[in-house]
T-cell receptor, first 110, second 113 residues
Framework: KQEVTQIPAALSVPEGENLVLNCSFT??????LQWFRQDPGKGLTSLLL?????REQTSGRLNASLDKSSGRSTLYIAASQPGDSATYLC?????????FGTGTRLKVLA | SQTIHQWPATLVQPVGSPLSLECTVE??????LYWYRQAAGRGLQLLFY??????ISSEVPQNLSASRPQDRQFILSSKKLLLSDSGFYLC????????????FGSGTRLTVV
């Protein structure tokens, strides 16, 4: 049974710092891995989608890497801003469905 | 372009009352559809998924049911709500048959009182 873990559960950093969020999964037989952002009381917004054959994806200040063999993904946020404050979720896809981690709650202080 | 609509945004219902949440997708055909629940302080739990009209798979035994009466419509229902049904309900869709990602709706905040 696939299990997804995100560390740390919460993170508070000053504005401008580069930071790394971690995601680990127990079963390497995945189709892809997706990183989402969730603002309080809102739905999930897709940030990056990494296919199982890919090593990384980049979008603006965000970079996500995938090491399927070790069951790990990292989300790198460069030059963090207060607007980046949100909960970040990773999810891995099996045949039909995604399994989600419990998220990292990020607060960027101005 | 594809869009997903979910309503209502918020709902307060008494214990024992029925529930109907609706999700529709536009701009695509034969999507895979999903219902997730996010309880306070907890992760997302997959409730139901559907790969076609009338095809519903349930992930956890519970007080809820789902139906897919049309290709792009997914409904979450309950005959009698429990306090434990409170949470944030999210609908999502994905393109079938390939390594595609999820797109989520904006969610429904359900409070059972």
């Amino acid at each position: 049974k696939q299990e997804v873990t995100q560390i740390p559960a919460a993170l508070s950093v000053p504005e401008g710092e580069n930071l790394v969020l971690n995601c680990s999964f127990t079963d390497s037989a995945i189709y892809n891995l997706q990183w989402f952002r969730q603002d309080p009381g809102k739905g999930l917004t897709s940030l990056l989608l990494i296919q199982s054959s890919q090593r990384e994806q980049t979008s603006g200040r965000l970079n996500a890497s995938l090491d399927k063999s070790s069951g790990r993904s990292t989300l790198y946020i460069a030059a963090s801003q207060p607007g980046d404050s949100a909960t970040y979720l990773c999810a891995v896809r099996g045949t039909y469905k995604y399994i989600f981690g419990t998220g990292t709650r990020l607060k960027v202080l101005a | 372009s594809q869009t997903i609509h979910q309503w209502p945004a918020t709902l307060v219902q008494p214990v024992g009352s029925p529930l109907s949440l609706e999700c529709t997708v536009e701009g695509t055909s034969n999507p895979n559809l999903y219902w997730y629940r996010q309880a306070a302080g907890r992760g997302l739990q997959l409730l139901f998924y559907s790969v076609g009209i009338g095809q519903i798979s349930s992930e956890v035994p519970q007080n809820l049911s789902a139906s897919r009466p049309q290709d792009r419509q997914f409904i979450l229902s309950s005959k009698k709500l429990l306090l434990s049904d409170s949470g944030f309900y999210l609908c999502a869709w994905s393109t079938p048959g390939g390594p595609y990602g999820y797109t989520f709706g904006s969610g429904t905040r359900l409070t059972v009182v």
